[in-house]
T-cell receptor
Framework: DAMVIQNPRYQVTQFGKPVTLSCSQTLNHNVMYWYQQKSSQAPKLLFHYYDKDFNNEADTPDNFQSRRPNTSFCFLDIRSPGLGDAAMYLC????????????FGPGTRLTVT | SQQGEEDPQALSIQEGENATMNCSYKTSINNLQWYRQNSGRGLVHLILIRSNEREKHSGRLRVTLDTSKKSSSLLITASRAADTASYFCATDADQGGKLIFGQGTELSVKP
């Protein structure tokens, strides 16, 4: 029944050690999003894909990159995690852009030691 | 700059009472959405209201939108302990599907 799946749910990485978070969806949605959410804050959009078209937010650090090899999967790569990158990372999908709701995964909580 | 701001930041009520949360935003929007987030989990979509709509209902939820005041409210009637969560408004300003979330209201419903 799971629609947007994120693995792992908890990830611990060392300062500066590259880490990849994954997201998959069974909804066949065109759009996939990555958000960063720090404690008691609003989710902040990092980037999104409309099909294969990648859209980066202007204030997303270069340290964050993304890949979408096919419709179902999307990855978030953090090249050199800093202590400030510790957060919950949320993946979401939507059928299209505009008047569509977004479906969120359960999130991956990233700890940087 | 942040698009949506919500108040109150935290709200504590007794089961059976109504809960009202407000959201204000700064620029014109195409639609406004409300989401719920249980502690440490992903967000769940509650309701979407378009800019040409003034009110929408879904079960115990009632959302209003006043575009002249750039504000929206979410009313949860007859609240339950299971409604305890954070509630976020999110605005879609450019039809690109990009949502900008408010800071959220943390609702606590005591049994």
């Amino acid at each position: 029944d799971a629609m947007v799946i994120q693995n792992p749910r908890y990830q611990v990485t060392q300062f500066g050690k590259p880490v990849t978070l994954s997201c998959s969806q069974t909804l066949n949605h065109n759009v996939m999003y990555w958000y960063q959410q720090k404690s008691s804050q609003a989710p902040k959009l990092l980037f999104h894909y409309y099909d294969k078209d990648f859209n980066n937010e202007a204030d997303t650090p270069d340290n964050f990159q993304s890949r979408r090899p096919n419709t179902s999967f999307c990855f978030l790569d953090i090249r050199s995690p800093g202590l400030g990158d510790a957060a919950m990372y949320l993946c979401a999908t939507s059928r299209g852009q505009g008047y569509y709701e977004q479906y969120f995964g359960p999130g991956t909580r990233l700890t940087v030691t | 700059s942040q698009q949506g701001e919500e108040d109150p930041q935290a709200l504590s009520i007794q089961e059976g009472e109504n809960a009202t949360m407000n959201c204000s935003y700064k620029t014109s929007i195409n639609n406004l959405q409300w989401y719920r987030q249980n502690s440490g989990r992903g967000l769940v979509h509650l309701i979407l209201i378009r800019s040409n709509e003034r009110e929408k209902h879904s079960g115990r939820l009632r959302v209003t939108l006043d575009t002249s005041k750039k504000s929206s409210s979410l009313l949860i009637t007859a609240s339950r302990a299971a409604d305890t969560a954070s509630y976020f408004c999110a605005t879609d300003a450019d039809q690109g599907g990009k949502l900008i979330f408010g800071q959220g209201t943390e609702l606590s419903v005591k049994p």
